[in-house]
């Protein structure tokens, strides 16, 4: 059988209960794709130490390169290791700096230290150690035989991401033959769907380097631009004149690149323009300014505001005449507007940011159904005060989800019009 | 190798690319629990038929029972029918029946005919057919040799859906020795360490029957109670006793059941008590109230409050004093009490919730490093001031998530204490 290049193996017995959705399987799959490894097969086993040696011993009569999460916990059921050890033939041993490590970080949570930790030292014989940032429990980079690499992960994905991209991605890049070097970049766009937007560019999908490809979540579509040549610097040069076509034709619908978030690109705006930012929240409850605080560095434009949710927290945090929520109702532009207004004077922000609508599944009614949200946009010289209509197919959890996209994409729209 | 029960296998090359989540999988693994099968592992492959025939003989070696998904439309990389043909070396015909359905249907559809759509009339020699009610291509049930029979669905999830529950299921239940049916059910936990919580049921980890497994995340460890007995019923009263000795055992840590939150648990709480909450947030910058409104029915219990982000915000808005704010400073047990005061009194709320700390990376002292927070709760006859110091290993977004779950979890102990 050839050899072929990359599998991920998850571990855990919730997800053949299906507990839980395998989102990792989908982050890591896009991750191997973007570095340009091939990638041919996912394997799900639970959490015991015979099928899961079984698992990696046919991985690595098939595959390079095994990428593996989960069971690096400190239970009785984190098998993973042990397992590796009896497959591999490569018994476990304490690794002492990984033991300190684990001794610090316990502590340093001013907890009660806990034996079974200890579990989390012991690793195969000859492995490599993944540092881990945020959790106690370490990776390994091992190569149990000639041309058969494998990698482990925790479980908990924020763990995982970290790791991939602080370790793994440039241990697999400098030491796997990858043949040339890949770049890829992420153009996001907000206020478009998947569909508009591939047809605004279907003739480029086509192209077989650079590759073109579309995703779509909620609120925002991705296209990744992937370029294949002999250096990082020649497939950059490929991405280039494409991201400049691509740029050309859909203009203000890209709202940023790779990581960016539309938070983080509001953010830089205002920085830009040494201007402040308050909000008024009813339906997002909050959505906002979770989105916009995520970011390191927001206290510098970010003022604070109200989450404006019953009608008299409007009225005494935000001056809104209790006349003008009984004539047009708290979902109404009329309000929204008055919310904006009386956050932006309240707090002395350049700009304010106002959403009242409904998320329901309940309190809907025939003038204003679920998903019906006012936003408004105050700033210098703007006033900008509209509804949006979202489907209540979407659920309360995507209605709350795009009233925040939406607000921040309408703020992001004035902040760049106005240099 | 022993035989095993069930198992699943996805085919598609957009699942191996990450473009798509694979849900189907998750959907089906509570499913096959909820019948009772067991189910080992789940394999993803893409669109190639030499590895999907592997696949297919690999796990015929393994499994009783094959449960497929994918690769039944009538484009050329749809290969999963052809793919059993050659595994099993059970040439493909044409079902007559089929075809007159799939003729009626792209007609009913109003669709142009399509040649490829004859392709799905193609099937395995001896095949059982599964009708698609709403799509155009047809499942089968095929025992290509005794003991292992594979159920074929397409990779679109309403036509898998249905067909599964009209079709497969009732076969699966006569034709398949199912020793009885599982029940399971999952205990979540707060302010516990899954390490602290596994030594404080380490005797009961051992079961075989129910079983009893943790599992972390961010700020919560969880424990599934899963039983097998002849019907549900039996499953339930296996299960209550081990449940009784766990709460026994780790009393108000235990917060919720299966999909509960804690912020659903403190919305119940507060219309049990008919009481409202107010928040008052600074590092959390709207985090509480996101997940307080994020629960259908919130604004029976949820008034709002303010994002406190700024010094100034804090002063205008809650009335904090600056005196307290400059002596004190704004990260401080007498700045957060102000808070939840300040925002308690303004919106006439029974309850108030008040968070400040150094959410990082920066801003950060010796004396108040980064990942210390102070929480505040105040309530009738309940003022409960106090630090909480995080690890900074978590990270700007673990140091916001695990804030806001320690308010709400202490909301939630207040709540409780006091019938």
Redesign the interface.
Known sequence: MSKQNAEILCIG???????????N?????????AIGLN??????????IN?IKD?LI?ASNRSEILIITGGL?????DLTHEAIAIAFNSPLEEYKEVWETIKL?TN?????F?P??RKQALLPGGAKVIQN???TAPGIIFSPHKGFTLLTFPG?P?EMK?MWHETAVPWLLSNHEIEGSIYSKLLRFSGIKESALAEKVSDLLTYKNPTI?P?AAIGEVKLRITAKAKTIENAKDLIEPIETEVRKRTGDLCYGINNQTLASIVLKLLLERGETL??A??????????Q???I????KI?????????N??KQ??LDVPQQLIEMHGAVSNEVAKAMAEGVRE???ANWAIAVSGV?????GSPTKPVGLVHIAVVGPKVCDVSPAQFSNYLG??GI?TLSVIHSLNRLRLHLRSRK
Chains 1, 2 share one sequence.
Do not use: M
Not at 25 to 33: G, R
Not at 108 to 112: C, E, I, L, Q, R
Not at 296 to 299: D, E, F, I, V
């Open positions: 017995s919730e997800l053949l209960l299906g507990q839980i959705l395998n989102s399987a989908q982050w890591l799959s896009e991750e191997i794709a990638h041919f097969r996912q394997t799900v086993v639970g959490d015991n099928r698992a046919e916990g400190p239970t009785s059921d970080k340093a949570n001013n907890k009660n806990s079974s930790n940032q945020t959790g908990v924020s970290s490809a995703y308050a909000v929240e009813s339906c997002t409850g909050g959505g906002i300014g979770t916009i605080t995520a390191p560095g927001a206290s970010f003022l604070g505001g109200v989450i404006a949710y019953s008299l927290t005494s945090l309240k707090l002395k998320a329901g599944p309940n309190g309360r959890e709350q």
